[in-house]
């Protein structure tokens, strides 16, 4: 039964942390919903660093689904996890890596009796890829429910700003909001910020959202963001 | 193969690194007293947020069965379906939707503003409102009449989502087969 301090634990600004991501792995009674949802979460993720360590995309598809069906399910990695060690995340990711090293390891024994496996040019630093892929997949998919939710609200002049304002290439040529304003029939360039702010605002709460079942504090969540800023414009992150 | 599906849903949005840096950026900046949300806004915002929210382990463990029933169907999480998708499916066993009542009737209790508390009753009576359309379940001791004030008044809510305003009226509409015997309300 909730607690006391459970008050605003699922909303609101001063909400309690929920468990983390390891809480929810460690504790699920459903090992095929487990596995889904870490298929979902980080199949491309592990699919690019595969890829990055040098692997063709048929042996990088290979590698990844026999990562999630043979050692993830079959050899219950998440309960043999020793969850001190860090963020589920960085586990996955060493994980895959010996994973595929031990299967390269076995397809060069069997190479000479058939044909050289597929490898092509490393990049520089497979562990990147990985998150860049992860962090990736998280922008799509809140601006995938941010965009549902704008419709659902009624709210598509407001989305349609957001994302003329904020992802469409020209606005890096500094467009006239008053042009902006024109095209979707806003009255004027001040109520055109209040809607982009309107939708910044929940994008902001969206994204904060998804990063709280990472972390354990506000604090953890910014580190988390500065990290895959850092990915995406290739500056060391700031903690 | 598992992979296809995900790389198909990743190509519907094509941003270039400087976009993406922005966007991330925006999450670390603070909300503008410009753009602050009136109270029906802010109503809509949490109770989105929370039918987002699968319910906590220790409310759902013992019908963990129920809830992964096979005829859910939607986004799912290791955490279980969220509550507005057992608010939505008529298949969600009774046991749950009571689960979800008793669960937001405490998180009521404990509201620290009056929009919290709006919003956790009307998470209250979306459960009340399933039971009544889906089970034929009056699972509160509220009259049928005040009950039927209630419903009306949420479906009515500008901050409602549309798809539980159609699950309010529905109920408000619904006749139970049999009623228990009015008397005063106790909640």
């Known amino acids: 039964m909730a607690k006391p301090r459970d008050a605003t634990s699922l909303g609101g600004e001063e909400r309690a942390f929920p468990p983390t991501e390891w809480t929810w792995l460690l504790h699920c009674p459903q090992r095929d919903a487990v596995l889904a949802e870490l298929c979902r979460k980080y199949w491309k993720p592990v699919y690019c660093y595969l890829r990055s360590m040098g692997l063709g995309n048929e042996q990088a598809k290979d590698l990844a689904q026999g990562f999630f069906t043979d050692k993830v399910l079959g050899q219950d990695l998440v309960h043999k996890a020793d969850r001190e060690k860090g963020r589920f995340r960085s586990f996955l990711l060493r994980s895959v890596h010996n994973y595929a090293v031990s299967a390269l390891r076995s397809s060069k024994t069997s190479a000479s009796l058939e044909t050289a496996p597929d490898i092509g040019t490393a990049a520089e630093d497979p562990e990147a890829e990985f998150n860049r892929a992860w962090a990736d997949q998280l922008l799509h998919e809140v601006l995938e429910e941010l965009e549902q939710e704008c419709r659902q609200r009624g709210k598509l002049t407001h989305w349609q700003l957001f994302q003329e304002w904020l992802l469409e290439p020209e606005m890096e040529t500094n467009r006239a909001m008053s042009e902006v304003c024109l095209k979707y029939g806003v009255a004027d360039a001040s109520t055109a910020y209040h809607m982009i702010e309107n939708v910044k605002r929940r994008f902001r709460a969206l994204l904060r959202g998804r990063l709280s079942a990472l972390a354990d504090s506000e604090q953890g969540i910014e580190t988390e963001i500065r990290e895959f800023i850092a990915v995406f414009s290739g500056r060391p992150a700031r903690k | ?187």
């Open chain 2, 1 to 187: 193969m598992l992979g296809d599906a995900v790389a198909e849903r990743m190509d519907n949005w094509a941003l270039n690194d400087g976009q993406k840096t922005r966007l991330l950026s925006l999450a670390l900046e603070r909300d503008s007293s410009a753009a602050a949300p009136n109270e029906d806004e802010q109503k809509g915002d949490l109770l989105r947020n929370i039918l987002r929210c699968a319910l906590p382990l220790e409310a759902s463990a013992s019908s963990a069965a129920a809830v992964a029933g096979p005829s859910s169907s939607g986004p799912r999480t290791v955490a279980g379906p969220p509550l507005g998708e057992l608010l939505r499916d008529r298949a969600t066993d009774l046991a749950v939707l009571k689960q979800i009542k008793e669960y937001t009737k405490a998180l009521g209790r404990n509201a620290k503003s009056g929009i919290e508390r709006d919003v956790f009753a009307a998470v209250y009576f979306a459960a009340i409102a399933a039971a009544r359309v889906f089970h034929n379940e009056h699972v509160t001791e509220h009259t049928d009449e005040r009950l039927v004030r209630f419903l009306h008044a949420f479906a009515q809510a500008a901050w409602m989502p549309a798809d539980l305003a159609g699950l309010f009226f529905q109920a408000a509409k619904h006749r139970l087969p049999e009623m228990p015997p009015a008397g005063p309300s106790q909640e």
